[in-house]
Every structure is written in structure tokens, then in C-alpha cells.
């Protein structure tokens, strides 16, 4: 279990997937204007990521790597999430229609994200088993999760200030964001044991 727990801090804190690992970054600077979007784009990527890295998780392992037919992983794996964010959105549409309203635009959103992609790459290149690449699918994304509302937040935060006119927009995001990505960087250091 305590392995486990490893997985999920260095996969959330230290290999942070939009900090130290640059995937997802269009929806993490698109969609971080405001704490409530970041979060509701966050909720819907934990809950997508990790179920999408134990069913490639799977089959991979019962498919894939029996059949021979790994060459075929990225393409599998896109299918996989594709048809994963589909059959959540149905779902919370019929039985959740009002989560489903709160969530609008970001379900199908992730089926872009290239870091619910990068993650299920990861585990297999990694070598994790079922339960380890669910863990670290929700890891990943309880990482991305943090960093896109701090993000936000701190957008929301600097919105008002006087910015020199060079910087604004896009500069002072992406100078936020690379502050951010220094500050995990400070994480590599962290000692469990």
C-alpha cells in the first residue's frame, strides 16, 4: 500500500504531467481563466484519466501484449478513451443530467487531452500493473487537477493588478506558469521513506 501511495505523490507532485512533463497544456492554459471551470475540467479528468489507465491497463496486457499486437497501442489507446468519454457522457446525461449541464464542453474536451493519452502510454512503458496504473492514472490527474487551479487561481488573482503592457495576456500566463512549474520542481527532493 505504501508503494501505492509513492505512486500517487511522485505522479501528482514530482512528475507532474503539465508542470514537468508538458502534455495537456492547451486545455491547462485554455481553460484556467477562472477557479470553477479549472476545477470542473479537473473533476472530469480524475475521473477519466483513472478509468481510462486501467482499461488500457487491461487490454493491453490481455490483448495487446498476448496477440503480439503491440505496435497498435497509441492507436487502441485513443479508441479506448474516445469510447470511454462517450459512454461517461451518456451516462451523466441519463442518469446525471445535472452534473452532465455542469460539465457542458470539458467531457469531450478530454478526449484531446493528450495527457489522459500520455498516462496510459506511461504505465505500459513503465511496466505497472492493473492496480498501479490506476493509481497512478489518479495521481496524474489529481496533478494536473492541482496545477490547473492554482493556475486559475492565480489568474484570477493577478486579472486586476497593474501589469506592464508586454506582459499581459499570454506572457504573464506563461511566466505564471513557468514559475509554477519551478516551484514542482522543489518537489524532486521529497523524501517518503
Known amino acids: 500500500m505504501t508503494s ?3 505512486v500517487i505523490v511522485t505522479t501528482a507532485l514530482v512528475n507532474n504531467v503539465v508542470l514537468s512533463q508538458f502534455l495537456g497544456l492547451c ?3 485554455g481553460v484556467s481563466k477562472q477557479i470553477k471551470t479549472a476545477a470542473s ?3 472530469a479528468v480524475i475521473f477519466v484519466i483513472t478509468i481510462a489507465s486501467g482499461v488500457a491497463n487491461l487490454i493491453y496486457t490481455y ?3 498476448r496477440l503480439g499486437l503491440d505496435y497498435l497501442q ?3 489507446f485513443i479508441l479506448v478513451i474516445a469510447g470511454l468519454v462517450q459512454v461517461v457522457e451518456m451516462f451523466l446525461k441519463k442518469q446525471v443530467p445535472a452534473i452532465h449541464k455542469a460539465l457542458g464542453i470539458y467531457l469531450p474536451l478530454i478526449t484531446t487531452n493528450c495527457a489522459v493519452l500520455g498516462v496510459a502510454l506511461n504505465n505500459v512503458t513503465d511496466g505497472f500493473g492493473f492496480f498501479e496504473s490506476v493509481f497512478a492514472g489518479f495521481g496524474t490527474a489529481v496533478g494536473y487537477t492541482l496545477a490547473i487551479v492554482l493556475l486559475a487561481g492565480i489568474r484570477e488573482r493577478i486579472e486586476g493588478n497593474d501589469i506592464p503592457k508586454p506582459f499581459r495576456g499570454a506572457p504573464i500566463v506563461l511566466l505564471s506558469a513557468c514559475l509554477m512549474a519551478i516551484a514542482f520542481y522543489g518537489f524532486g527532493g521529497l523524501s517518503l521513506g
Open 27 to 29: 486545455s491547462f492554459l
Open 63 to 65: 490483448v495487446l501484449d
Open 74 to 76: 497509441t492507436i487502441v
Open 41 to 43: 475540467l479537473g473533476g
Open 4 to 6: 501505492l501511495a509513492l
